[in-house]
């Protein structure tokens, strides 16, 4: 199992990713539902018991991994999207064209936001749903074992079984993004508050999905060895190529 989080381990980590959804997210979801934790839920599981409602949620966002594109975003990107500079204007009225591909994973080369306690938040995943876009966003695992040793309350074998369980992303937290709303460009600061978080967060991933999406950046495929193929698609995984961004395209000069 890999923990290094780069172009040419997506396909490898999307399988991790959906290994979580299916043996232990429906459990740990459940529990956190139980404690009080709250998670958006879709109209169909609202009256379901907790345990049902998490399994739902895992089911149904693994599907979104499992049928989408994969796209990592390289520096010069990751950098642009979360400077300060309005890359596509003011206010962004999302829409279905806005979107790369109907459903995705998309790792960013560094941390475009972070949680609560402080772990870099460096992917998301999206899909269709009605009209509009679910959106999950996802934190850093390895950090996050970094950290819990370094603080002492795991030792090195337990934050390995910790990475073994999750991969190298830890789910954060989901939002439903309708089609037809402006979410304005928002810019989160240090010691704002968990709300003007999430809006700049958004920003930064409809920023990213519309560059893309406008086929405004410099795109490198990268396919899969033979064997990782087969191994996903025996999961049930659409395996395409990772869709590597590796830089904006030049602005064409204006015509005299």
């Known amino acids: ?14 399988w991790q990713t959906t290994l979580f959804l299916r043996h232990n997210a429906p459990t740990e979801w459940a529990y956190l539902l139980d404690t009080g934790i709250q998670f958006l839920l879709p109209d169909e599981v609202i009256k379901k018991s907790n345990k049902e409602r998490a399994t739902f949620l895992a089911r149904a966002e693994a599907d979104r991994i499992r049928a ?19 890359l596509l204007g003011g206010i962004h009225v999302l829409s279905a064209d806005m979107l790369p591909s109907p459903s995705g994973l998309m ?29 999950s966003w996802w934190s850093d695992a390895v ?17 390995h079984a910790y990475l073994s369980g999750h991969g190298v992303l830890a789910f954060e937290r989901e939002r439903f993004l309708p089609y037809g709303v402006g979410f304005r460009q928002a810019q989160a600061r240090e010691g704002e508050s968990a709300t003007t978080m999430v809006e700049a967060l958004t920003e930064t991933t409809i920023t990213t999905w519309a560059l893309i999406a406008t086929q405004r950046v410099e795109v490198v495929d990268i396919h899969p060895e033979r064997h990782v193929k087969r191994r996903l698609e025996r999961d049930g995984l659409t395996v395409g190529p990772v869709h590597h961004i590796t830089g904006l395209r030049p602005e064409k000069p204006a015509a005299e």
């Open 1 to 14: 199992m890999t923990h290094a989080i780069e172009p040419a381990n997506l396909h490898e980590i999307s």
């Open 68 to 86: 989408g594109e994969l796209y990592y975003i390289d520096t010069e990107v990751t950098d642009e999207v979360t400077g300060s500079g309005p």
């Open 107 to 135: 790792l960013w080369s560094r941390d475009v936001s972070a949680t609560m306690s402080g772990l870099p938040i460096i992917a998301c995943s999206w899909g269709q749903h009605g009209d509009g876009v679910w959106v």
């Open 143 to 159: 950090a996050a074992a970094e950290a819990f040793v370094a603080s002492g309350t795991h030792t090195p074998e337990q934050a």
